[in-house]
Protein backbone atom coordinates (compact mmCIF):
# COMPACT_ATOMS: atom_id res chain seq x y z
CA UNK A 1 0.00 0.00 0.00
CA UNK A 2 1.24 3.28 -0.52
CA UNK A 3 0.92 6.28 1.87
CA UNK A 4 1.31 10.04 1.47
CA UNK A 5 4.83 11.39 2.02
CA UNK A 6 5.63 12.30 5.74
CA UNK A 7 7.02 15.62 6.82
CA UNK A 8 10.99 15.37 6.31
CA UNK A 9 12.59 15.77 9.38
CA UNK A 10 12.85 18.77 11.21
CA UNK A 11 15.35 18.21 13.55
CA UNK A 12 16.14 17.21 16.70
CA UNK A 13 16.04 13.34 16.93
CA UNK A 14 19.20 10.86 17.37
CA UNK A 15 19.37 10.31 13.65
CA UNK A 16 22.33 11.35 11.76
CA UNK A 17 22.44 14.11 9.53
CA UNK A 18 25.10 12.51 7.73
CA UNK A 19 23.64 8.77 6.41
CA UNK A 20 26.65 8.22 4.10
CA UNK A 21 29.08 8.87 6.73
CA UNK A 22 27.27 6.60 9.31
CA UNK A 23 26.83 4.36 6.63
CA UNK A 24 30.84 4.30 5.51
CA UNK A 25 31.87 3.56 9.53
CA UNK A 26 29.22 1.08 10.01
CA UNK A 27 31.09 -0.92 7.15
CA UNK A 28 33.98 -0.29 8.89
CA UNK A 29 32.83 -1.73 12.15
CA UNK A 30 31.55 -4.86 10.39
CA UNK A 31 34.30 -5.36 8.80
CA UNK A 32 36.53 -5.01 12.51
CA UNK A 33 34.07 -7.85 13.40
CA UNK A 34 34.76 -10.09 10.65
CA UNK A 35 38.50 -9.43 10.60
CA UNK A 36 38.58 -10.52 14.55
CA UNK A 37 36.48 -13.81 13.85
CA UNK A 38 38.89 -14.48 10.77
CA UNK A 39 41.81 -14.03 12.66
CA UNK A 40 40.95 -15.62 16.20
CA UNK A 41 43.92 -17.96 16.15
CA UNK A 42 46.25 -15.36 15.82
CA UNK A 43 44.84 -13.59 18.75
CA UNK A 44 45.41 -15.03 22.40
CA UNK A 45 42.51 -16.55 23.63
CA UNK A 46 42.48 -14.46 27.02
CA UNK A 47 44.75 -12.11 28.57
CA UNK A 48 44.01 -9.80 31.51
CA UNK A 49 42.84 -6.04 31.23
CA UNK A 50 45.99 -3.41 32.12
CA UNK A 51 44.71 -1.35 35.65
CA UNK A 52 44.91 1.71 32.91
CA UNK A 53 42.28 0.61 30.55
CA UNK A 54 39.88 -0.96 33.52
CA UNK A 55 40.57 2.22 34.92
CA UNK A 56 39.18 4.46 32.15
CA UNK A 57 35.41 2.69 32.73
CA UNK A 58 35.33 4.84 36.07
CA UNK A 59 35.11 7.84 33.75
CA UNK A 60 32.16 10.61 34.75
CA UNK A 61 28.52 10.06 32.67
CA UNK A 62 29.42 11.83 29.28
CA UNK A 63 26.98 15.09 28.87
CA UNK A 64 28.31 15.98 25.49
CA UNK A 65 28.34 14.05 21.98
CA UNK A 66 31.68 12.41 20.70
CA UNK A 67 32.69 10.87 17.46
CA UNK A 68 30.99 6.92 16.73
CA UNK A 69 34.30 7.02 15.12
CA UNK A 70 36.24 8.27 18.56
CA UNK A 71 34.15 5.02 20.57
CA UNK A 72 34.21 2.59 18.16
CA UNK A 73 38.17 2.94 18.58
CA UNK A 74 37.91 2.63 22.06
CA UNK A 75 35.82 -0.30 21.67
CA UNK A 76 38.69 -1.73 19.64
CA UNK A 77 41.23 -0.90 21.99
CA UNK A 78 39.92 -1.38 25.22
CA UNK A 79 37.07 -3.58 24.85
CA UNK A 80 37.65 -6.34 22.51
CA UNK A 81 41.26 -7.76 23.10
CA UNK A 82 39.99 -8.12 26.98
CA UNK A 83 36.89 -10.23 26.77
CA UNK A 84 36.37 -13.93 27.84
CA UNK A 85 37.34 -14.78 24.61
CA UNK A 86 35.13 -17.52 23.95
CA UNK A 87 34.37 -17.30 20.34
CA UNK A 88 38.17 -18.37 20.28
CA UNK A 89 38.78 -22.22 19.14
CA UNK A 90 41.02 -22.46 22.41
CA UNK A 91 38.36 -21.65 24.73
CA UNK A 92 37.44 -24.62 26.51
CA UNK A 93 36.13 -23.48 30.34
CA UNK A 94 32.70 -23.53 31.68
CA UNK A 95 30.06 -24.36 29.08
CA UNK A 96 30.71 -21.03 26.52
CA UNK A 97 29.44 -21.10 22.92
CA UNK A 98 31.44 -19.42 20.38
CA UNK A 99 29.12 -18.25 18.23
CA UNK A 100 29.03 -17.50 14.27
CA UNK A 101 29.20 -14.76 12.09
CA UNK A 102 25.84 -15.62 10.28
CA UNK A 103 24.66 -15.22 14.08
CA UNK A 104 26.24 -12.23 14.56
CA UNK A 105 24.64 -10.49 11.37
CA UNK A 106 21.05 -11.81 12.16
CA UNK A 107 21.73 -9.83 15.73
CA UNK A 108 22.38 -6.96 13.69
CA UNK A 109 19.27 -7.10 11.34
CA UNK A 110 17.07 -7.69 15.21
CA UNK A 111 18.86 -4.40 16.73
CA UNK A 112 18.00 -2.56 13.42
CA UNK A 113 14.46 -3.79 13.55
CA UNK A 114 13.97 -2.84 17.64
CA UNK A 115 11.09 -5.17 17.96
CA UNK A 116 9.72 -6.10 20.98
CA UNK A 117 8.35 -9.69 20.95
CA UNK A 118 6.45 -8.93 24.67
CA UNK A 119 3.48 -9.44 21.82
CA UNK A 120 1.24 -7.97 19.58
CA UNK A 121 0.50 -8.31 16.19
CA UNK A 122 3.87 -8.86 14.28
CA UNK A 123 5.80 -11.44 12.19
CA UNK A 124 8.48 -11.50 14.21
CA UNK A 125 6.45 -13.07 17.26
CA UNK A 126 5.75 -16.22 14.10
CA UNK A 127 9.25 -16.62 14.17
CA UNK A 128 9.35 -17.40 17.86
CA UNK A 129 6.61 -20.25 17.50
CA UNK A 130 8.57 -21.25 14.51
CA UNK A 131 11.50 -22.04 16.56
CA UNK A 132 8.93 -23.50 19.09
CA UNK A 133 7.52 -25.59 16.33
CA UNK A 134 10.84 -27.02 15.49
CA UNK A 135 11.92 -27.86 19.11
CA UNK A 136 8.30 -29.71 19.42
CA UNK A 137 9.36 -31.70 16.17
CA UNK A 138 12.98 -32.22 17.29
CA UNK A 139 12.33 -33.30 20.94
CA UNK A 140 8.59 -35.06 20.23
CA UNK A 141 6.43 -32.91 22.02
CA UNK A 142 3.03 -32.54 21.28
CA UNK A 143 1.26 -30.07 18.99
CA UNK A 144 -0.03 -28.27 22.38
CA UNK A 145 3.36 -27.71 23.34
CA UNK A 146 4.47 -23.78 23.99
CA UNK A 147 7.89 -22.35 24.01
CA UNK A 148 9.90 -19.26 25.15
CA UNK A 149 12.91 -17.45 24.61
CA UNK A 150 14.64 -16.88 27.97
CA UNK A 151 17.93 -15.27 28.43
CA UNK A 152 19.63 -18.82 29.90
CA UNK A 153 19.00 -21.79 31.26
CA UNK A 154 18.98 -20.69 34.59
CA UNK A 155 16.01 -19.08 34.05
CA UNK A 156 14.08 -21.34 32.10
CA UNK A 157 14.68 -23.47 34.67
CA UNK A 158 13.54 -21.11 36.90
CA UNK A 159 10.54 -20.83 34.21
CA UNK A 160 9.94 -24.54 34.64
CA UNK A 161 9.57 -24.88 38.43
CA UNK A 162 7.32 -21.86 38.36
CA UNK A 163 5.02 -23.72 36.13
CA UNK A 164 5.53 -27.45 37.61
CA UNK A 165 4.33 -25.27 41.36
CA UNK A 166 1.04 -24.03 39.54
CA UNK A 167 0.45 -27.34 38.24
CA UNK A 168 0.99 -29.19 41.52
CA UNK A 169 -1.24 -26.15 43.55
CA UNK A 170 -3.66 -24.85 41.12
CA UNK A 171 -3.79 -21.21 39.86
CA UNK A 172 -4.90 -20.19 43.63
CA UNK A 173 -1.07 -20.56 44.41
CA UNK A 174 -0.33 -17.04 42.19
CA UNK A 175 -2.52 -15.67 44.51
CA UNK A 176 -1.99 -17.03 47.79
CA UNK A 177 1.80 -17.72 47.16
CA UNK A 178 3.41 -20.46 48.90
CA UNK A 179 2.88 -19.65 52.55
CA UNK A 180 -1.17 -19.14 52.00
CA UNK A 181 -0.70 -22.57 50.72
CA UNK A 182 1.32 -24.59 53.02
CA UNK A 183 -0.86 -23.72 55.89
CA UNK A 184 -3.70 -26.29 53.69
CA UNK A 185 -1.78 -28.26 51.64
CA UNK A 186 1.67 -30.48 52.75
CA UNK A 187 4.80 -29.10 51.68
CA UNK A 188 5.77 -29.34 48.10
CA UNK A 189 9.48 -31.14 47.57
CA UNK A 190 11.96 -31.37 44.61
CA UNK A 191 14.33 -33.91 43.37
CA UNK A 192 17.50 -33.49 41.46
CA UNK A 193 21.21 -35.12 41.09
CA UNK A 194 24.05 -34.06 43.78
CA UNK A 195 25.35 -33.23 40.34
CA UNK A 196 22.85 -30.97 39.36
CA UNK A 197 23.31 -26.93 38.61
CA UNK A 198 22.82 -24.72 41.61
CA UNK A 199 20.58 -22.62 39.52
CA UNK A 200 17.95 -25.33 40.46
CA UNK A 201 18.25 -24.76 43.70
CA UNK A 202 18.19 -21.11 42.97
CA UNK A 203 14.98 -21.66 41.47
CA UNK A 204 13.09 -23.03 44.72
CA UNK A 205 14.86 -19.80 46.36
CA UNK A 206 13.29 -17.53 44.44
CA UNK A 207 9.70 -19.50 43.96
CA UNK A 208 9.68 -19.11 47.42
CA UNK A 209 9.80 -23.22 47.87
CA UNK A 210 13.07 -22.91 49.46
CA UNK A 211 16.53 -24.34 48.89
CA UNK A 212 15.64 -26.93 51.75
CA UNK A 213 12.83 -28.50 49.90
CA UNK A 214 15.16 -29.71 46.96
CA UNK A 215 16.36 -33.42 47.83
CA UNK A 216 19.68 -33.68 45.92
CA UNK A 217 20.18 -37.32 44.85
CA UNK A 218 23.54 -39.25 45.02
CA UNK A 219 24.80 -40.42 41.76
CA UNK A 220 26.68 -43.55 40.53
CA UNK A 221 29.98 -43.98 39.03
CA UNK A 222 29.18 -41.93 35.74
CA UNK A 223 27.89 -39.44 38.20
CA UNK A 224 24.11 -40.29 36.95
CA UNK A 225 21.14 -40.20 39.57
CA UNK A 226 20.78 -43.14 41.45
CA UNK A 227 17.11 -43.83 40.74
CA UNK A 228 16.56 -46.15 43.70
CA UNK A 229 17.88 -43.52 46.19
CA UNK A 230 15.40 -41.01 44.21
CA UNK A 231 12.07 -43.70 44.55
CA UNK A 232 13.67 -44.30 48.41
CA UNK A 233 13.90 -40.39 48.80
CA UNK A 234 10.28 -39.88 47.43
CA UNK A 235 8.92 -42.38 49.53
CA UNK A 236 10.58 -41.32 52.97
CA UNK A 237 9.47 -38.21 51.94
CA UNK A 238 5.37 -39.28 51.49
CA UNK A 239 6.00 -40.89 54.83
CA UNK A 240 6.60 -37.85 56.52
CA UNK A 241 3.72 -35.62 55.29
CA UNK A 242 5.43 -34.03 52.11
CA UNK A 243 3.71 -33.50 48.74
CA UNK A 244 6.70 -34.46 45.65
CA UNK A 245 6.03 -32.06 43.23
CA UNK A 246 8.79 -32.11 40.72
CA UNK A 247 12.08 -34.77 39.48
CA UNK A 248 14.59 -32.39 37.78
CA UNK A 249 16.87 -34.41 35.66
CA UNK A 250 19.85 -33.72 34.24
CA UNK A 251 20.63 -34.13 30.56
CA UNK A 252 24.95 -33.08 30.68
CA UNK A 253 25.60 -32.20 33.70
CA UNK A 254 28.20 -29.12 34.01
CA UNK A 255 30.75 -30.79 35.65
CA UNK A 256 31.61 -33.88 33.68
CA UNK A 257 28.39 -33.91 31.17
CA UNK A 258 26.82 -37.02 32.52
CA UNK A 259 23.02 -37.62 31.37
CA UNK A 260 20.45 -38.77 33.98
CA UNK A 261 18.31 -42.13 33.20
CA UNK A 262 15.51 -39.39 31.83
CA UNK A 263 13.60 -42.49 30.91
CA UNK A 264 13.45 -44.11 34.50
CA UNK A 265 13.18 -40.69 35.97
CA UNK A 266 9.95 -40.39 33.58
CA UNK A 267 8.98 -43.46 34.65
CA UNK A 268 9.21 -42.54 38.69
CA UNK A 269 7.30 -39.21 37.80
CA UNK A 270 4.45 -40.79 35.67
CA UNK A 271 4.48 -43.57 38.90
CA UNK A 272 4.52 -40.83 41.13
CA UNK A 273 2.36 -38.12 39.66
CA UNK A 274 4.69 -35.89 39.54
CA UNK A 275 6.05 -32.80 37.21
CA UNK A 276 9.32 -34.23 35.04
CA UNK A 277 11.91 -31.48 34.37
CA UNK A 278 14.53 -31.97 32.52
CA UNK A 279 17.79 -29.30 32.26
CA UNK A 280 19.40 -30.05 29.33
CA UNK A 281 21.21 -26.44 29.15
CA UNK A 282 23.56 -27.30 26.34
CA UNK A 283 23.50 -31.49 26.08
CA UNK A 284 19.52 -31.20 25.13
CA UNK A 285 20.43 -30.39 21.88
CA UNK A 286 22.45 -33.73 21.57
CA UNK A 287 19.44 -34.28 19.83
CA UNK A 288 20.60 -32.77 16.53
CA UNK A 289 23.00 -35.09 15.88
CA UNK A 290 22.29 -38.66 15.04
CA UNK A 291 24.96 -40.60 16.83
CA UNK A 292 24.25 -38.80 19.91
CA UNK A 293 20.43 -38.55 20.06
CA UNK A 294 19.73 -42.29 21.66
CA UNK A 295 21.93 -40.98 25.03
CA UNK A 296 18.88 -38.53 25.76
CA UNK A 297 15.69 -41.17 25.20
CA UNK A 298 13.06 -40.11 27.90
CA UNK A 299 13.65 -36.24 27.05
CA UNK A 300 10.71 -36.71 25.14
CA UNK A 301 8.12 -37.41 27.76
CA UNK A 302 9.57 -34.66 29.76
CA UNK A 303 6.83 -32.03 30.77
CA UNK A 304 9.07 -29.41 30.61
CA UNK A 305 12.94 -28.97 28.92
CA UNK A 306 15.38 -26.13 29.24
CA UNK A 307 17.92 -25.22 27.33
CA UNK A 308 20.50 -22.88 25.67
CA UNK A 309 20.76 -22.24 21.75
CA UNK A 310 23.81 -20.34 23.40
CA UNK A 311 25.89 -23.17 24.22
CA UNK A 312 26.02 -26.01 21.56
CA UNK A 313 23.39 -24.53 19.28
CA UNK A 314 26.17 -21.71 18.36
CA UNK A 315 23.81 -19.04 18.61
CA UNK A 316 25.18 -15.62 20.07
CA UNK A 317 24.09 -14.63 23.78
CA UNK A 318 21.83 -15.04 25.20
CA UNK A 319 19.23 -17.16 23.75
CA UNK A 320 17.79 -19.74 26.29
CA UNK A 321 14.79 -21.62 25.88
CA UNK A 322 12.34 -23.47 27.60
CA UNK A 323 9.78 -26.57 25.92
CA UNK A 324 6.53 -27.14 27.68
CA UNK A 325 4.33 -30.22 26.83
CA UNK A 326 1.02 -28.78 28.01
CA UNK A 327 0.84 -25.12 27.04
CA UNK A 328 -2.02 -24.16 28.95
CA UNK A 329 -0.38 -25.17 31.88
CA UNK A 330 2.29 -23.15 31.32
CA UNK A 331 0.22 -19.85 30.11
CA UNK A 332 -1.92 -20.50 33.59
CA UNK A 333 1.37 -20.12 35.71
CA UNK A 334 2.02 -16.62 34.17
CA UNK A 335 -0.95 -15.02 32.11
CA UNK A 336 -2.40 -11.66 34.00
CA UNK A 337 -4.91 -9.17 32.10
CA UNK A 338 -4.17 -6.20 32.14
CA UNK A 339 -6.44 -2.83 30.76
CA UNK A 340 -3.50 -1.48 28.66
CA UNK A 341 -2.52 -5.01 27.26
CA UNK A 342 -6.13 -6.59 26.15
CA UNK A 343 -6.48 -8.54 23.19
CA UNK A 344 -8.49 -7.94 20.53
CA UNK A 345 -9.64 -9.84 16.94
CA UNK A 346 -7.59 -7.06 14.19
CA UNK A 347 -5.59 -4.57 14.58
CA UNK A 348 -2.21 -4.45 16.41
CA UNK A 349 -3.51 -6.30 19.39
CA UNK A 350 -4.48 -9.02 17.89
CA UNK A 351 -2.59 -12.39 17.71
CA UNK A 352 -3.36 -13.46 20.94
CA UNK A 353 -1.16 -15.55 22.77
CA UNK A 354 1.74 -13.62 23.38
CA UNK A 355 4.78 -14.50 24.72
CA UNK A 356 3.71 -11.98 27.73
CA UNK A 357 1.86 -14.84 28.60
CA UNK A 358 4.19 -17.47 28.85
CA UNK A 359 6.99 -15.95 31.43
CA UNK A 360 8.04 -12.97 33.54
CA UNK A 361 9.03 -10.57 30.68
CA UNK A 362 7.22 -7.99 28.47
CA UNK A 363 9.15 -6.01 27.02
CA UNK A 364 11.52 -8.61 24.90
CA UNK A 365 14.54 -8.47 22.62
CA UNK A 366 14.37 -10.72 19.08
CA UNK A 367 16.79 -13.45 20.02
CA UNK A 368 14.27 -15.71 18.02
CA UNK A 369 15.89 -14.31 15.13
CA UNK A 370 19.50 -14.84 15.35
CA UNK A 371 18.23 -18.47 16.15
CA UNK A 372 16.73 -18.67 13.34
CA UNK A 373 19.22 -17.73 11.07
CA UNK A 374 21.42 -20.05 12.95
CA UNK A 375 19.10 -23.13 12.40
CA UNK A 376 17.92 -22.19 8.77
CA UNK A 377 21.52 -20.99 6.72
CA UNK A 378 23.38 -24.23 8.61
CA UNK A 379 20.89 -26.51 8.74
CA UNK A 380 19.94 -28.79 11.46
CA UNK A 381 22.58 -31.58 10.22
CA UNK A 382 24.97 -29.62 10.18
CA UNK A 383 24.51 -28.15 13.42
CA UNK A 384 24.55 -31.62 14.83
CA UNK A 385 27.62 -32.63 13.15
CA UNK A 386 29.39 -29.82 14.63
CA UNK A 387 28.30 -31.28 18.13
CA UNK A 388 29.11 -34.53 17.31
CA UNK A 389 32.48 -33.34 16.48
CA UNK A 390 33.07 -31.39 20.07
CA UNK A 391 32.60 -34.97 21.44
CA UNK A 392 35.14 -36.51 18.98
CA UNK A 393 37.58 -33.54 20.27
CA UNK A 394 36.78 -34.26 24.04
CA UNK A 395 37.63 -38.18 23.46
CA UNK A 396 40.70 -37.20 21.50
CA UNK A 397 41.92 -35.37 24.53
CA UNK A 398 40.43 -37.93 26.67
CA UNK A 399 43.13 -40.05 25.02
CA UNK A 400 45.65 -37.98 25.15
CA UNK A 401 45.29 -37.75 28.87
CA UNK A 402 45.14 -41.30 29.01
CA UNK A 403 48.51 -41.86 27.30
CA UNK A 404 50.38 -39.43 28.80
CA UNK A 405 51.71 -40.69 32.69
CA UNK A 406 51.60 -37.81 34.28
CA UNK A 407 48.10 -36.76 33.23
CA UNK A 408 45.18 -38.67 34.96
CA UNK A 409 41.36 -38.19 34.13
CA UNK A 410 39.11 -37.87 36.50
CA UNK A 411 35.34 -38.57 34.85
CA UNK A 412 34.54 -40.51 32.53
CA UNK A 413 33.82 -38.84 29.09
CA UNK A 414 30.32 -38.97 28.53
CA UNK A 415 29.78 -35.91 25.59
CA UNK A 416 32.04 -33.28 25.29
CA UNK A 417 33.48 -32.39 28.73
CA UNK A 418 37.03 -33.88 30.09
CA UNK A 419 38.02 -33.36 33.60
CA UNK A 420 41.83 -34.86 34.36
CA UNK A 421 44.85 -33.34 36.68
CA UNK A 422 48.53 -33.12 36.57
CA UNK A 423 49.91 -35.65 38.83
CA UNK A 424 51.79 -33.95 41.34
CA UNK A 425 54.90 -35.51 43.34
CA UNK A 426 53.25 -34.73 46.49
CA UNK A 427 49.59 -35.86 46.38
CA UNK A 428 48.85 -33.35 49.02
CA UNK A 429 50.05 -30.94 46.82
CA UNK A 430 47.68 -31.80 44.12
CA UNK A 431 44.66 -29.45 44.31
CA UNK A 432 46.80 -26.56 44.79
CA UNK A 433 49.37 -27.26 41.82
CA UNK A 434 46.31 -28.07 39.59
CA UNK A 435 44.82 -24.39 40.40
CA UNK A 436 48.07 -22.58 39.63
CA UNK A 437 48.59 -24.93 36.27
CA UNK A 438 44.41 -24.08 34.86
CA UNK A 439 45.48 -20.37 35.81
CA UNK A 440 48.94 -20.48 33.77
CA UNK A 441 47.42 -21.86 30.91
CA UNK A 442 44.84 -18.96 31.24
CA UNK A 443 47.76 -15.95 31.40
CA UNK A 444 49.64 -17.76 28.94
CA UNK A 445 46.21 -17.03 26.02
CA UNK A 446 47.28 -20.76 24.47
CA UNK A 447 43.95 -22.28 25.72
CA UNK A 448 41.48 -21.43 28.46
CA UNK A 449 40.55 -24.39 30.62
CA UNK A 450 38.63 -23.50 34.06
CA UNK A 451 38.42 -25.93 37.27
CA UNK A 452 35.91 -27.91 38.96
CA UNK A 453 35.90 -30.61 42.02
CA UNK A 454 35.01 -33.91 40.73
CA UNK A 455 34.88 -36.60 44.18
CA UNK A 456 36.29 -33.92 46.23
CA UNK A 457 39.86 -33.39 43.72
CA UNK A 458 40.73 -30.50 42.01
CA UNK A 459 40.44 -30.90 38.24
CA UNK A 460 41.40 -29.13 35.12
CA UNK A 461 38.05 -29.20 33.07
CA UNK A 462 38.19 -28.48 29.09
CA UNK A 463 34.24 -27.82 28.41
CA UNK A 464 34.48 -28.73 24.00
CA UNK A 465 31.57 -26.57 22.84
CA UNK A 466 33.01 -24.19 20.65
CA UNK A 467 32.31 -25.59 16.85
CA UNK A 468 36.00 -24.21 15.74
CA UNK A 469 37.97 -26.37 18.25
CA UNK A 470 39.94 -29.30 16.21
CA UNK A 471 42.40 -31.34 18.07
CA UNK A 472 44.96 -30.04 17.78
CA UNK A 473 43.53 -27.18 20.08
CA UNK A 474 42.91 -29.63 22.86
CA UNK A 475 46.57 -30.84 21.84
CA UNK A 476 48.18 -27.13 22.50
CA UNK A 477 46.12 -27.36 26.16
CA UNK A 478 47.86 -30.79 26.70
CA UNK A 479 51.12 -29.25 25.84
CA UNK A 480 50.65 -26.45 27.94
CA UNK A 481 49.65 -28.38 31.28
CA UNK A 482 52.07 -30.69 30.42
CA UNK A 483 54.76 -27.92 30.68
CA UNK A 484 53.81 -25.83 33.04
CA UNK A 485 53.07 -28.52 35.39
CA UNK A 486 56.53 -29.43 34.93
CA UNK A 487 57.76 -26.00 35.90
CA UNK A 488 55.44 -25.35 38.93
CA UNK A 489 55.52 -29.09 39.82
CA UNK A 490 59.38 -29.32 40.22
CA UNK A 491 60.42 -30.45 43.79
CA UNK A 492 61.90 -27.06 45.33
CA UNK A 493 65.64 -27.22 44.98
CA UNK A 494 67.35 -27.55 48.67
CA UNK A 495 68.48 -23.79 49.35
CA UNK A 496 72.29 -24.31 50.55
CA UNK A 497 72.76 -22.66 53.96
CA UNK A 498 75.63 -20.78 53.53
CA UNK A 499 78.68 -21.39 55.92
C1 LIG B 1 25.10 -23.51 31.65
C2 LIG B 1 24.19 -24.36 32.45
C3 LIG B 1 23.12 -23.82 33.16
C4 LIG B 1 22.89 -22.34 33.24
O1 LIG B 1 22.55 -21.84 31.98
P1 LIG B 1 22.74 -20.29 31.64
O2 LIG B 1 22.41 -20.20 30.21
O3 LIG B 1 24.18 -19.98 31.95
O4 LIG B 1 21.82 -19.53 32.53
C5 LIG B 1 22.25 -24.67 33.82
N1 LIG B 1 22.45 -26.00 33.80
C6 LIG B 1 23.48 -26.57 33.15
C7 LIG B 1 23.63 -28.06 33.16
C8 LIG B 1 24.40 -25.76 32.46
O5 LIG B 1 25.42 -26.32 31.79
Known sequence: MTLPPTAPPSGGSLDPTDWAELRAQGHRMLDDMFDYLAGLRERPVWQPAPADVRAGFSAPLPRQPSSLEAAHGRFMRDILPYAVGNAHPGFMGWVHGGGTAVGM?????????????GGRNQIPIEVERQITRWMRELFGFPEAASGLFVTGTSMANLVGVLVARAAALGQPVRRTGVAGQTRSTARLVAYTSACAHTCIAQAMDITGLGTDALRLIPVD?????????LRAAIAADRQAGFQPFLIAGTAGTVDVGAIDPLDVLADIAADEGMWFHVDGAFGALAMLAPALAPLLAGIERADSIAFDFHKWGQVPYDAGFILVRDGATHRAAFETSAAYLSRETRGLAADSPWPCDYGPDLSRGFRALKTWFTLTVYGADQLGAAIARTCDVARHLARRVADEPRLELLAPVALNIVCFRYRADDPHASDRLNTAIAQAV???????????RVNGTLAIRAAIVNHRTAPADVDRLCDAVLRIGAELGAPVPEVQSTP
Not at 444 to 451: D, F, L, N, R
Open 105 to 117: LAETLAAGLNANL
Open 221 to 229: RDFRMDPAA
Open 442 to 452: QESGIAAPSTT
